[in-house]
C-alpha cells in the first residue's frame, strides 16, 4: 500500500532521514488497521474510524499531543497521496477532527548561558564537526532545514573572515560575515571537508562519493552537545532564544532583524509572535 509513497515524498523534497522515521511509523499504521479489520485492507477500505482507533491507541501510550499531532500530519499527507493518485475516491482527511490538549511551552533558554560557553564547544577536541556545525548556525537563528541545505559553494574564505552568501528556502538573499578566528577555522575545516569527500554540503554526509545528504544522527549530536551546555540543547529552542535576545537584550530595529535572521518581514513578525508567547 506504500508503493510509490516513498518517491513521492522524496519528490516533494523531504529529508531522507525524515523520510525513513515517516515510513516506519506508517507501516506501523497500517499494520494496526490490518489487525484491527481482520483483513488486508485495500486503501479505499480505510475509514476515520480507523484513524482515531488508532491514535486513541497512541494517546494510551503516553505519547504527548505534540507527538500524536505529528503522526496525525504523517497520515493526512499520505491520504493526500492516495487521493492524488486515485487510491480512494474521497480524502477524508482535510475534515477529520481529533481532540488534542496541546500545552504551549515556556521559554526556559537565555541566550546568553549558550554564549557563554561557545567557545568551549566551537574548540572543543572530541566534539565531531557536525555538531559544532549545527551549534554555531543554531546560534545564528539557522533553521533546521536552512543548515540541512547550505553548501561550501554558498561560503568564502576571505582570509581573516568567511561570507556567507545564500538564498533561503523563503527565497531570500541572506548575507552573514563570520570574522571571529574560532567560527573562521571551524567553517574552513567544513569546507576543506566537503572537497574531501567530493561533495558539496557543509553539515556533511558521511559518503565520499556522491551528492546525496545523509543526515546525522541527532540524537547523538544533541547529547554530546547538552553535556557541553547547561541546559538541553534543541536547535529551534536556540533559535527563538536568540531571536528574544536579539529583540529584547540588543535591542535590533525590526529590519536589523530581517537582514541578520534572512527570513521575510511577515515571518519575522510570526516569530515574535511565538517569541511573546513563550518568554512571559
Do not use: C
Request: proline content about 4%.
Amino acid at each position: 500500500m506504500l508503493y510509490g509513497y516513498e518517491k513521492y515524498r522524496l519528490n516533494a523534497g523531504i529529508s531522507p532521514g525524515t523520510l525513513v522515521t515517516e515510513m516506519e511509523f506508517l507501516k506501523s499504521f497500517l499494520r494496526y488497521v490490518n489487525i484491527r479489520n481482520n483483513k488486508q485492507l485495500e486503501p479505499y477500505e480505510l475509514r476515520p474510524a480507523d484513524v482515531r482507533a488508532f491514535l486513541d491507541q497512541e494517546k494510551e501510550k503516553g505519547l504527548k499531543a505534540t507527538t500524536i499531532k505529528r503522526k496525525l500530519s504523517h497520515i493526512r499527507q499520505y491520504f493526500h497521496y492516495l487521493w492524488k493518485i486515485g487510491k480512494v475516491p474521497v480524502d477524508f482527511m482535510p475534515k477529520f477532527e481529533y481532540q488534542l490538549v496541546i500545552e504551549k511551552p515556556v521559554a526556559q533558554l537565555m541566550y546568553v548561558e549558550f554564549m557563554q560557553e561557545k567557545k568551549k564547544v566551537l574548540q572543543h577536541p572530541t566534539l565531531m564537526l557536525n555538531a559544532k556545525l549545527y551549534f554555531l548556525f543554531a546560534m545564528l537563528g539557522f533553521r533546521m532545514k536552512e543548515i540541512e541545505r547550505i553548501r561550501s559553494r554558498h561560503f568564502r574564505d576571505l582570509g581573516d573572515r568567511v561570507e556567507m552568501n545564500f538564498v533561503t528556502s523563503q527565497d531570500v538573499f541572506w548575507r552573514l560575515v563570520f570574522e571571529d578566528p574560532t567560527e573562521v577555522a571551524l567553517l574552513v575545516q567544513a569546507m576543506e571537508r566537503a572537497v574531501f569527500r567530493e561533495h558539496d554540503y557543509l553539515v556533511a554526509s558521511d559518503k565520499k562519493h556522491g551528492s546525496d545528504y545523509v543526515r546525522n544522527n541527532m540524537k547523538d549530536i544533541y547529547s554530546n552537545l547538552t553535556a557541553l551546555l547547561p541546559k538541553p540543547f534543541k536547535t529551534e529552542e536556540v533559535r527563538i532564544a536568540y531571536i528574544y535576545d536579539l529583540y529584547k537584550v540588543q535591542e535590533k530595529s525590526f529590519d536589523e532583524m530581517v537582514g541578520l535572521l534572512g527570513i521575510t518581514p511577515s515571518s519575522l513578525t510570526s516569530a515574535l509572535k511565538l517569541v511573546f508567547e513563550r518568554y512571559k
